[in-house]
């Protein structure tokens, strides 16, 4: 009897034994959700509401100030500006007290309406939210699945408005939060 076919067969089997609600197989399908999203925050309002985490299946965003970063050049690439029209922001995404996520966002605000640019300095409005009405979309250019004990996934991509100019390049962590209704 030859086992090798058999062994071969052991990681499909292995998957098939998963439950549909492991945390790995729930992260797995978060990301996925927001990759064929045009808007993460839209998919973290479904997601807040769809497990019920929160009274009102609300994101804000928490600002975190200080320790600006500067753009690389790769995302100066990316946004087809000098570094003199790049703005800097880093936010929380929480929905009720759940921490969702943790992303840097460098925008052109020259590309953005002035109010825009009011939410995104004054308020805790996250930036997919603010720039709704310039019907964005996203190409995502990095995912990585991560092994930590307090972030899932990885996600990098550039923002752009309906007429194709890109508006924004975000790095989003995506943090275990996202799993606390298990």
Request: charged fraction near 20%.
């Amino acid at each position: 009897m030859r086992i090798i076919p058999y062994l071969a067969a052991l990681p499909l089997l292995a998957a098939c034994a998963t439950p549909a609600n492991s945390p790995d197989l729930l992260a797995q399908k978060l990301s996925a959700d927001i990759l064929a999203s045009s808007s993460a925050t839209l998919t973290l309002e479904k997601w807040c509401a769809d497990h019920a985490m929160a009274a009102a299946p609300k994101v804000v965003a928490r600002l975190v100030r200080g320790n600006s970063k500067a753009a690389s050049a790769e995302t100066l690439a990316r946004l087809g500006v000098p570094v003199t029209d790049i703005k800097y922001r880093r936010v929380q995404l929480y929905c009720g007290s759940h921490l969702f996520s943790e992303a840097d966002n460098w925008y052109v605000p020259s590309r953005l309406t002035p109010e825009m640019n009011r939410l995104l300095d004054e308020t805790d409005t996250p930036f997919g939210k603010v720039v709704q009405p310039l019907a964005p979309y996203r190409r995502t250019f990095s995912s990585t699945m991560l092994l930590s004990p307090t972030a899932l996934f990885e996600h990098a991509a550039v923002l752009y408005s309906s007429s194709h100019l890109p508006i924004a390049e975000v790095r989003e962590t995506y943090q275990r939060g996202t799993l606390a209704f298990l």
